[in-house]
């Protein structure tokens, strides 16, 4: 048997791992900075409490187009918290928190101790991590288990004991429960598995590989039951609201994001930690120093992983016509974090603290910023709707992608006096939510002119407030002839502007009768 991938990470020195001192400093600096947003709940993150908030939540999700493990969780951590802004992100704080360990130990078994440390430090300061543990949404959540998956798959790939087994089974169902991203990286570890037990080269023992392609089988039956929505959800909501993937760009963006965003410190980030993946792959430290020798074992699974997920999620998604986005690589990050890790540990002494230290201050730098950034104006048109808008208004979302964040925070009912009538654009549904059932369709075929109309004779002598923003995809066009239809019953006046400085902007207008 030939055997690619050691139990250990094999170097021609044996290098004092990082100090515990660097690491708690990290640590400690990096659990601060997740739990420091500020911003209101933009749509992602509103959808998710609304929809958590629902009794209901399946049915809830057929319309939004994602797995429910994250708001069952996100319901119970409410009941226990509460539902306000801070209450409701602690929870990706704490589960990215409760990571760490999983990368150390995950570090631990591929090289050692030095390795271990290196994992925790490039996790606890990742901006991409940072950056969810900061948001209400799954993201953080699938991180977590893909780790502490990938520890407990590889515990069962040494001794595969029923047991660990069987807890392999419930992490391919949690996965699977939680992102659909996950699909692919678990059919990527699947094929890889495959290989393993039945490949002429082996990269692991092929019986234990048999006995994990059995426990991927259970996973998979334990996920059954959600399989009709699934295909419901297929078949019915997709990714409207995006343009369809260009595979460069898609990895460029990504790249931006795993480094902090857009900002060109982020950029240059994102870029010099493609180059120390370079070194993982290709990099080997013996006796005559650090050399490139060809693709390193170690870094064989990670890289396979990944490269694999992207070819299967990428070309499902271009005959699917389904979009990839940067947040979406969160299920992959445990075999990122990892590839980073070795290629950190090639280098030695105050290169290693130097190079760390340089991705730290500016990884914390770029993720406090985005932390701090304001996300949406949802906060401000509510707080305008609070103070003018009274029974007998009419409040028009268009697009309908607006409502969610602004309806959060609307306060009519604890005013004492009703609240306006809320609708969107074109279906006159609630703002809590948004359906992506049949999206374009129903938005393309919508007649502007015809709802305006509705919209002056419900309010009759109310006022009609226009809530719009004019770049998302499926409306081009549709809100701006209805803010000018409008206009042609009742004058216009501009209450408030579109800032765009924030990523989810939104101008009002005001008719007065």
């Known amino acids: 048997m030939v055997r690619l991938i050691p139990e250990r990470t094999a170097e021609a020195d044996n290098p004092q791992p990082v100090p515990w001192l660097v690491v708690g400093l990290v640590v400690t600096a990096g659990a601060l900075l997740r739990f420091i947003a500020e911003s209101p709940l933009w749509l992602d993150e509103a959808l998710s409490v609304h929809i958590a908030q629902s009794n209901a ?5 057929r319309q939004d187009g994602h797995p429910p493990l994250y708001y069952l969780v996100l319901n119970f951590w409410m009941d226990l918290v509460g539902d306000g802004d801070r209450a409701v992100r602690s929870l990706s704080g704490v589960i990215s928190l409760a990571t760490l360990p999983f990368a150390y130990l995950r570090g631990r078994q591929v090289g050692g101790e030095h390795l271990g440390r290196l994992a925790v430090v490039v996790l606890a300061s990742l901006p991409f991590a940072i950056r969810y543990a900061n948001e209400t949404r799954m993201y953080s959540l699938a991180v977590l288990l893909a780790f502490a998956g990938w520890w407990i798959f590889e515990t069962a790939r040494r001794k595969p004991t029923l047991a660990r087994l069987g807890a392999v089974a419930v992490f391919v169902a949690l996965l699977l429960y939680t992102h659909y991203w996950a699909i692919w990286m678990l059919g990527a570890a699947g094929i890889w598995l495959l290989v393993a037990a039945f490949g002429r080269v082996h990269l692991f023992d092929p019986t234990a590989a048999r006995r994990l392609s059995g426990a991927f089988i259970l996973g998979g039956v334990l996920y059954l039951p959600w399989v009709p929505a699934l295909l419901d959800q297929a078949a019915n909501t997709g990714t409207p609201w995006a343009d369809p993937d260009r595979p460069a760009t898609d990895i460029v963006l990504l790249i931006f994001e795993l480094g902090g965003g857009l900002r060109s410190e982020a950029q240059l980030l994102g870029m010099v930690m493609v180059g120390i993946v370079v070194l993982a792959l290709f990099a080997r430290r013996d006796d005559e120093g650090l050399r490139f020798a060809g693709f390193q074992p170690s870094a064989m699974e990670s890289a396979a992983v990944i490269g694999l997920a992207f070819v299967i999620g990428l070309a499902v998604g271009a005959v699917s016509g389904s ?14 974090v990892m590839l980073l890790a070795l290629g950190l540990g090639k280098l030695r002494g105050r290169v290693l603290l130097g190079v760390i230290a340089a991705m730290v201050v500016v990884g914390f730098g770029m993720s406090a910023v ?38 959060r925070y609307l306060q009519a009912a604890e005013s004492g006096r009703p609240g306006p009538t809320l609708w969107t654009f074109p279906s006159k549904g609630s703002p809590l939510r948004v359906d992506w059932r049949n999206y374009e369709m129903r938005n393309r075929s919508a007649d502007p002119a015809a709802f305006a109309a509705g919209a002056l004779a419900e309010a ?14 499926t409306y081009e066009g549709k809100c701006e002839i209805l803010r000018d239809a409008l206009a042609g019953q009742r004058p216009l006046e501009l209450a408030i502007a579109g800032d765009p400085n924030v990523f989810e902007p939104a101008t009002v207008f005001r008719y007065a009768p």
């Open 370 to 407: 985005e932390a701090r950034t304001k996300r949406t104006q949802g906060a401000d048109v509510a707080a305008l709707l609070n103070e003018q808008a009274t029974s007998g208004d009419v409040v028009v979302f268009c697009p309908d992608q607006l409502g969610p964040s602004t309806s």
């Open 323 to 336: 979009v990839f986005q940067p947040r979406y690589f969160a299920v992959l990050i445990p075999f990122f």
């Open 460 to 473: 009759s002598e109310g006022t009609v407030w226009l809530v719009m923003a004019t770049t998302y995809r």
């Open 57 to 61: 939540i399946e049915d809830a999700l």
